[in-house]
């Protein structure tokens, strides 16, 4: 049974964990700019595992909330994913954006997330008649 809780209260090992498990090393080089990012988050949802209370997923939403939103973070840990832990935190947060115009998700192209975000409902951007920059320093 997955709890599911808003809010940016997490632990730093928590997140450590999570991220860690999921292998996104680059944010774990700065675990203090992203616990930082990450409560400053417009949204953040948190999935436990009620009998264990471990983090088994979450997700972030960056932008203003009216016009644009972005999920930033989407993670579920490997040994609870296939569960629908990752459709559900992104049902709850585009439940609650429903009336935002634009909903971003950039992900990385080698994951093959491509079926699951487009179960979701998300097409590519050129799909879509638009454009898409990224710049990472």
């Given at each position: 049974m997955i709890d599911y809780r808003n809010g940016p209260i997490l632990s730093e090992a928590d997140v450590v964990s999570l991220y860690s498990d999921a292998g996104w090393t680059e944010y774990l080089k700065d675990k203090a700019k992203l616990l930082k990012g990450i409560s400053r988050s417009l949204e953040l949802i948190a999935a436990y595992d009620k009998e264990t209370k471990k983090l088994v997923g979450l997700i972030r939403v960056l932008g203003?909330?009216?016009t644009a939103i972005l999920?930033?973070?989407?993670?579920?840990?490997k040994d609870y994913?296939?569960?629908g832990i990752g459709q559900e935190l992104l049902k709850r947060v585009?439940?609650?954006?429903?009336?935002?115009?634009?909903k971003i998700v950039i992900c990385d192209a080698d994951k093959g997330l491509e079926p699951f975000y487009r179960q979701c409902g998300f097409a590519e951007i050129s799909e879509a008649q638009g454009s898409c920059f990224v710049k990472f320093h």
């Amino acid at each position: 049974m997955i709890d599911y809780r808003n809010g940016p209260i997490l632990s730093e090992a928590d997140v450590v964990s999570l991220y860690s498990d999921a292998g996104w090393t680059e944010y774990l080089k700065d675990k203090a700019k992203l616990l930082k990012g990450i409560s400053r988050s417009l949204e953040l949802i948190a999935a436990y595992d009620k009998e264990t209370k471990k983090l088994v997923g979450l997700i972030r939403v960056l932008g203003d909330g009216e016009t644009a939103i972005l999920v930033q973070d989407l993670l579920v840990r490997k040994d609870y994913q296939g569960r629908g832990i990752g459709q559900e935190l992104l049902k709850r947060v585009m439940d609650k954006y429903r009336d935002v115009r634009q909903k971003i998700v950039i992900c990385d192209a080698d994951k093959g997330l491509e079926p699951f975000y487009r179960q979701c409902g998300f097409a590519e951007i050129s799909e879509a008649q638009g454009s898409c920059f990224v710049k990472f320093h």
